[in-house]
């Protein structure tokens, strides 16, 4: 938004002065008073609907765009720049509406058309990479606006993001490090930094950013950090420490754990390496594992795949004892694996498992109607 406001100064202050029917204090009064709304509807009232007055028409448009008219802004701006074709500031102000309105396509456009007439323009550069659609445009548009303006910190932020995704670590660490340089007490990007750190092996260094980072606030990814690096640097015990802190506050992850299990181990505490060994294998099972296995199983049955879904419903009911997955291993070993024994045993454990009567009450008399067809019963009642 500050672009926007710089150039809507510099509009304001050179193209102030325009007809001599405005009344100059009365706009400056709605400028004062942002009340931009007002002040659009007194200059169109003053200049008629086909002006080619550049000067009224960019300041109309101005005022449309800084008041949320955004059809009208850009029925202005677009005015101006069929009248002045490639003026810049206009440009921008027409990819900033498009932008605003979700059109961006056009945004694109225009800004392309900036580089086209300022190949060294960083604004543009910055905007566009945060429209690309692929990876490989942002990249290449981080890379020039990095190159650019090497200090700025969303740029530097967002290109050594794009480089950790392709693990070119050594080079997201330089241009963090250029704009920590630029900004020594830049929180954001000394943070950045630490992962980026430990995969190059910097456990030092990540040890002693993060001791000062956390004098200024005690951040959970600087802790996790840092406790990586005591590990490598055979610190155990510090590692356990740090780790700990984040256990008796919640926040622990499966990778945290697993850090104090192996540093448990080294530290030859085998009780405590065990008790960690198995939360970690805990915080590592979702809520969901079963549902997931269960959806794996359906699409194998559908792929005719039926030992590999009996498989993918077997591995499901390890996590959970789901009644939806003994109903479909019932029906997979009853339809297309004809196994009947399996199959009324686990029609059994759905009827036993006491499935709700009035949501599965399709599912449960016909578990129980396909028991007797199976064994010859008479009745199949829950076991």
């Known amino acids: 938004m500050k672009l926007w406001l ?66 009208e802004a850009e029925k202005n701006y677009l005015k101006v720049n069929a009248i002045e074709p490639h003026n810049i500031p206009v440009l921008f102000s027409l990819a900033h509406i498009n932008s605003r309105r979700g059109n961006t396509a056009k945004a694109k456009a225009y800004l392309s058309e900036i580089i086209q007439l300022d190949s060294l323009n960083f604004s543009a550069y910055k905007q566009l990479a945060g429209f690309s659609d692929t990876p490989g445009a942002r990249l290449q548009y981080l890379k020039k606006a990095n190159i650019l303006n090497s200090t700025d910190p969303d740029i530097a932020y967002d290109l050594s993001m794009a480089y950790r995704e392709t693990k070119q670590y050594e080079k997201a660490y330089d241009v963090l490090e250029t704009a920590i340089g630029a900004d020594e007490d830049n929180f954001t990007l000394q943070q950045a930094q630490l992962p980026v750190a430990n995969q190059l092996g910097k456990y030092k260094e990540v040890v002693e950013t993060g001791e000062k980072l956390l004098k200024k606030n005690t951040d959970v990814n600087v802790i996790n950090e840092m406790g990586q690096a005591y590990f490598y640097l055979k610190e155990y015990q510090k590692c356990i420490t740090l780790f700990k802190t984040l256990e008796d506050l919640g926040v622990q992850n499966e990778g945290t754990l697993y850090f104090m299990a192996l540093s448990y181990r080294e530290l030859k505490e085998y009780d405590y390496a065990a008790i960690y060994a198995k939360k970690t294998i805990d915080e590592g099972i979702s809520d969901h594992t079963a549902l997931y296995y269960t959806a794996l199983g359906g699409i194998y049955e559908a792929k005719n795949r039926f030992t590999d879904a009996q498989e993918a419903y077997k591995r499901g009911l390890t996590f959970d004892n789901s009644n939806t997955i003994n109903y479909r291993l019932g029906l997979l070993y009853d339809f297309n694996l004809k196994q009947t024994k399996n199959a009324v045993t686990y029609y059994h454990l759905y009827l036993k498992n006491k499935p709700d009567p009035e949501k599965e009450k399709e599912q449960i008399s016909y578990a129980k109607a396909r028991i007797i067809s199976l064994t010859g019963q008479k009745q199949a009642g829950m076991k």
């Open 6 to 71: 710089l150039l809507g100064l510099f509009v304001f202050s050179t193209q102030f002065l325009l007809a001599q029917g405005v009344d100059k204090e009365k706009l400056l009064e709605y400028y004062e008073s942002q009340r931009y709304a007002e002040a659009a509807q007194y200059l169109q009232s003053i200049y008629p609907e086909d002006t080619k007055d550049i000067k009224a028409l960019t300041q109309m448009a101005y005022c449309n765009m800084m008041s949320g008219r955004f059809p």
